[in-house]
């Protein structure tokens, strides 16, 4: 069993950068896919960013590239996402995410149809304009 904890959301402006972490518990970690998923009222969950176990092959959403930065470190039992340059529809519940199947899951299913072993308890971000 997995359990996943986010930090570091909050109120952000426009511009401004964020970063958020997962710590995770639990001997399999670096087995795990990891991603971020997010979700802003009233929209469908959106896979954000993904990296796979051994952080060789990521994924970003597109309305995110170049904008944020997924990292890992296995040691800690730790996942990064660096947001930079933040926007206000970046506003939304990020969700921490872990299936050992993650990455392949990317571009056959819909983020919203994705069913992921390991979700964490959400982390909120706002941005202001």
């Known amino acids: 069993q997995v359990q996943l904890e986010e930090f570091g959301g909050g109120l952000a402006q426009a511009g401004d950068s964020l970063r958020l972490s997962c710590e995770a518990s639990g001997r399999t970690f670096s087995y795990l896919g990891l991603g971020w998923i997010r979700q802003a009222p009233g929209k469908d969950r959106d896979l954000v960013s993904a990296i796979s176990s051994n952080a060789g092959r990521t994924y970003y959403a597109d309305s995110v590239k170049g904008r944020f930065s997924i990292t890992r470190d296995n040691a800690k039992n730790t996942m990064y996402l660096q947001m930079n340059n933040l926007k206000p529809e970046d506003t939304a519940v990020y969700y921490c995410?872990?299936?050992?199947?993650?990455?392949?899951?990317?571009?056959?299913?819909?983020?919203?149809?994705?069913?992921?072993?390991?979700w964490g308890q959400g982390t909120q971000v706002t941005v202001s304009s």
């Open positions: 995410v872990a299936d050992t199947r993650l990455m392949e899951m990317i571009g056959v299913f819909s983020p919203p149809d994705m069913r992921l072993d390991y």
